[in-house]
Nanobody, 127 residues
Framework: QVQLVESGGGLVQAGGSLRLSCAAS????????LGWFRQAPGKEREFVAA????????VYADSMKGRFTISRDSAKNTVYLQMDTLKPEDTAVYYC????????????????????WGQGTQVTVSS
């Protein structure tokens, strides 16, 4: 059984930083692509970033490039999202997700590609 538990959210001022963590259970963590998504009130869930099972490939939404960094530590079964230069529009619930069935070496950005999701962690950026 796969479980994903996010942590690290909170309240931060604009321009500040946060690091989100997502701890995963599952013996085959090292074979999963992992992604971060977010959902603001009244909006659709949107892709933030993803990292391949190998850690060699990453992909970011355009608005996050240069500000957010995704990484993983397979020894700790954990994926991270370092968020810098935060803006009020980054306020959302952030979810991590696992793609456990991909046949590609590259991570994907569509939420339908991910089959396990965490419960989310709130990030609030004040102006």
């Amino acid at each position: 059984q796969v479980q994903l538990v996010e942590s690290g959210g909170g309240l931060v001022q604009a321009g500040g930083s946060l690091r989100l963590s997502c701890a995963a259970s599952g013996r085959t963590f090292s074979t999963w692509h992992l992604g971060w998504f977010r959902q603001a009130p009244g909006k659709e869930r949107e892709f933030v970033a993803a990292i391949s099972w190998s850690g060699a490939y990453t992909v970011y939404a355009d608005s996050m490039k240069g500000r957010f960094t995704i990484s993983r530590d397979s020894a700790k079964n954990t994926v991270y999202l370092q968020m810098d230069t935060l803006k009020p529009e980054d306020t959302a619930v952030y979810y991590c997700a696992a793609d456990t069935n991909s046949g590609s070496r590259y991570p994907r950005s569509g939420p339908n590609e991910y089959d396990y999701w965490g419960q989310g962690t709130q990030v609030t950026v004040s102006s």
